[in-house]
């Protein structure tokens, strides 16, 4: 059997394996989003158990075990999950969203925007204003969680004063959508968080073959894609998903305002300002010298994670008439969610174990592809990768699958170069596509969260992987028109 006869059949494999994955997922809609993930993860432990004992053999045998043997390399495993900035900011964003809710801050901010005269009885302004705030508050914050929690809890507060069943599948739209753009957006500061993964890997590949990974360039292209699914959410996935806005249509000005304030109160004020200066903590950093001492003391000793940390803190501590402002050791249990917590513990330290080098599958597949996507048109290249990169975050990892593609493609980068095109572009789809976790509870842990709403109750797993996958095509539209056009323009 000659080396393309190989690769090919093996691709097929590839493809019969995922595609009779998303019967499981369909068979299994049923079920809660943290039960299915449960029962995902327990049956791929009984898959890899015997998996695992044979490599282990074998890395024996040839004298290359890299298994944690002391209690500090085990310590260092289980820190690496648990003990990550990453799941730290997690919990302190479950914390401080929790703290605005509760306020009631939400709701007021609400019935202060719907009873603005540009935004009454305009649904499709109302929506392009939403997905433009989302899409900055995602690329300000530059952490996915923090946007979705704010962005879930305000679109509980317009479906109760708009009078939306919060079942509604413009209500789901919304939560979905408000993930996908927090997520492609909060990939555009290339040198914070997610994006690094990424580029680190291009910028790795390019001193080899002294091409340039151009930072301009991948940011117009990250923005540039996020325009686009601004305007597609805004103008098309009303028709293409049949939602009803009518509600919104219909909203008087006098029903919003009538018996209610739209003006916060001091408390309201006091923890929406600490909410949103630790979500843009790295934004206010921006200006300082990155030679100065406030830089080094704001940035590399405290640090985002610390001050959400002492932001927290701050509001179980100042508060009023004897009261705090947010009673931390009341609503801890209730306000997180402790099943995504950890979820998102262990499918770090999964992704790790994935996309390392020690298990072989970026080589793998790097082996399986190059023949065949050398062969292809540029066009259908870039087109099945941004497929891949979103289709398979949803039934995997969005940190193991952003290392992984990164992996495959970086190494073809004299094939696209050869070819005028500009490879700069090629991270921010495959960066955009990885954070774009909705269809299934089998994604990444904002699937989960997303899943674990209440708006999703009931057939809302059904939905998501219906509705969801036309969102996520639609993403993949945005992402290969962008990356077609700016990869020959720049």
């Known amino acids: 059997m000659n080396t393309q006869t190989k690769n090919s059949l093996l691709l097929l494999l590839c493809s019969f394996i995922w595609g009779t994955a998303f019967v499981a997922q369909s068979a299994g809609s049923g079920m809660g989003a943290y039960s299915f993930l449960a029962g995902r993860s327990w049956l791929a432990v009984l898959v890899l158990i015997p998996t695992v004992l044979v ?6 045998k040839n004298g290359t075990d890299a298994k944690p043997k002391t209690a500090a390399e085990k310590k260092k495993l289980l820190a690496a999950g648990f003990g990550s900035t990453g799941l730290l900011q997690f919990l302190y964003a479950f914390l401080l969203t929790g703290a605005f809710t509760r306020s009631g801050a939400g709701e007021v901010i609400v019935r202060w925007a719907l009873s603005r005269k540009a935004l009454n009885g305009r649904p499709m302004l109302f929506m392009l204003v939403w997905w433009t705030a989302m899409t900055i508050l995602g ?3 530059t952490n996915v969680v923090a946007c979705m929690m704010l962005g879930f809890s305000l679109i509980a507060s317009i479906a109760k004063v708009v009078g939306y069943d919060i079942k509604d599948s413009w209500c789901r739209f919304m939560i979905a959508g408000t993930v996908l753009v927090g997520g492609t957006a909060g990939v555009l500061i290339p040198f914070q968080g997610v994006p690094t993964m990424s580029l680190t890997v291009f910028d790795k590949y390019a001193e080899q073959t002294g091409l340039l990974v151009d930072r301009g360039a991948y940011v117009t292209a990250v923005v540039m894609s996020s325009v686009l699914l601004i305007l597609c959410f805004t103008f098309l996935a009303r028709k293409v998903l049949r939602l009803d806005v009518t509600p919104l249509k219909r909203l008087n000005v006098a029903d919003i305002v009538e018996g209610h304030t739209v003006k916060l109160s001091r408390k309201q004020v006091i923890i929406t300002v600490i909410m949103l200066v630790s979500y843009l903590y790295p934004v206010f950093l921006m200006p300082l010298d ?4 406030a830089y080094t003391l704001l940035n590399d000793r405290i640090g985002q994670t610390m001050f959400m940390g002492l932001a927290v803190a701050a509001l179980a501590l100042i508060g009023e008439k004897g009261e705090p402002y947010y009673d931390l050791e009341k609503n801890i249990g209730s306000d997180v969610m402790w099943g995504a917590i950890a979820a998102y513990a262990l499918v770090t330290v999964a992704a790790g174990a994935v996309a390392s080098d020690a298990a072989g599958i970026k080589d793998w597949l790097l082996l399986i592809l190059t023949d065949a996507v050398s ?5 259908l290249v870039i087109l099945f990768f941004a497929l891949v990169s979103t289709f398979l975050t949803q039934v995997f990892s969005n940190m193991a699958t952003i290392i992984i593609v990164s992996s ?3 190494p073809m ?3 696209f170069a050869a070819k005028g095109f500009n490879v700069s572009v090629i991270p921010a789809f495959i960066l955009q596509g990885g954070m774009s976790a909705i269809a299934t509870a089998g994604g990444s842990g904002f699937a989960a969260m997303m899943l674990a709403q209440p708006s999703f109750k009931g057939d809302g797993a059904a939905w998501a992987l219906k509705k969801g996958s036309i969102m996520l095509l639609m993403l993949v539209a945005c ?3 962008t990356t077609m056009v700016l990869g020959y323009i720049f």
């Open 479 to 481: 992402t290969f028109v």
């Open 413 to 415: 980068m004299t094939i």
């Open 139 to 141: 690329a300000l914050t």
């Open 55 to 60: 490599f282990d053999a074998i890395r024996r």
């Open 375 to 379: 062969s292809m048109p540029l066009a």
């Open 408 to 410: 495959i493609i970086a």
């Open 290 to 293: 990155k030679a100065s001492a």
